[in-house]
């Protein structure tokens, strides 16, 4: 479906089952684009309804002229989506810097999140040394020579999703991926989870690569669930889907209750 957004129309890969449980909606990360999902959602549908969107000037969605692109930007987005599938309440899941919008969301809406799952979600990037940040904002810069590097983390990759997640990104215009990133540097991750856990559960799915990172979410949230995912690189949904897709079914068991 086509749907009106803040910054231009959203594509929404919308459908499934028309009862029997909590919708879900996707949301991807930088670069990516609705069928970075596509496992998740085809599982989902047949026994719930499950949408994933473009986000603004990503995949088949619109930008339009001076539109900003950040997290808070796009948490706009996945409010217009929700409203527009006429979701009230719903399961939100997000990756990377996804999870970011997604927690963003969940933090201004939390009676309309019942819960949050994520995907090797962007840690708290501003609690992070400066020399991070700043490296992070050099290669935000034109000519933007670092971008694709600091973001397509493919060596533990799958050769197809090495090959779809490099393509996908490319299919973005890098000044786009440069604003969404840079806003990673300032962007406090951590107040809109800690608002939102008040009144529902957060799931992550981790790369065991980010096991370690002490600006991970989990380690400063210790309210937060996590299960570490073996053997894959940053794209957890793509490179392991059977190992998400349970972790998915039993978080969703446990929101909805008996």
């Not at 197809?160 to 393509?167: F, G, S």
């Not at 008040?198 to 996590?226: D, F, K, M, T």
Request: include cysteine; glycine fraction near 10%.
């Amino acid at each position: 479906m086509i749907a009106e957004g803040p910054a231009g129309k959203l594509h929404i890969d919308d459908g499934g089952a028309s009862s029997g449980g909590l919708p879900v909606l996707f949301v991807h990360g930088l670069g990516g684009n609705a069928t970075h999902w596509g496992a998740q959602v085809r599982h989902l549908r047949r026994s719930r309804p499950a949408a994933a969107l473009d986000l603004r000037g990503h995949g088949r969605s619109e930008l339009r002229e001076g539109a900003r692109i950040s997290i808070p930007d796009l948490a706009e987005d996945v409010a217009a989506a929700a409203d527009a599938l006429g979701w009230k309440k719903l399961v939100l899941a997000g990756f990377s810097i996804g999870g970011s919008v997604a927690g963003c969301y969940a933090g201004r809406n939390p009676q309309r999140v019942a819960g949050l799952f994520l995907v090797d979600p962007a840690s708290a990037f501003h609690r992070r040394p400066q020399a991070d940040k700043d490296a992070i904002v050099a290669a935000a810069r034109p000519p933007f020579r670092d971008l694709r590097a600091s973001v397509l983390e493919l060596q533990e990759a799958r050769p197809a999703v090495r090959e779809k997640v490099a393509a996908d990104f490319d299919a973005v215009p890098l000044e786009r991926s440069a604003a969404l990133l840079a806003s990673l540097t300032w962007y406090d991750a951590i107040s809109p989870l800690e608002r939102y856990l008040q009144s529902g559960p957060v799931l992550i799915a981790l790369a065991a690569s980010n096991r370690g990172n002490p600006h991970r979410l989990a380690a400063v949230l210790p309210q937060i669930e996590e299960r570490v995912i073996e053997d894959t690189s940053h794209w957890v949904m793509l490179d392991a889907p059977d190992e998400v897709q349970p972790l998915l079914d039993g978080f969703l068991r446990r929101v909805e209750g008996p």
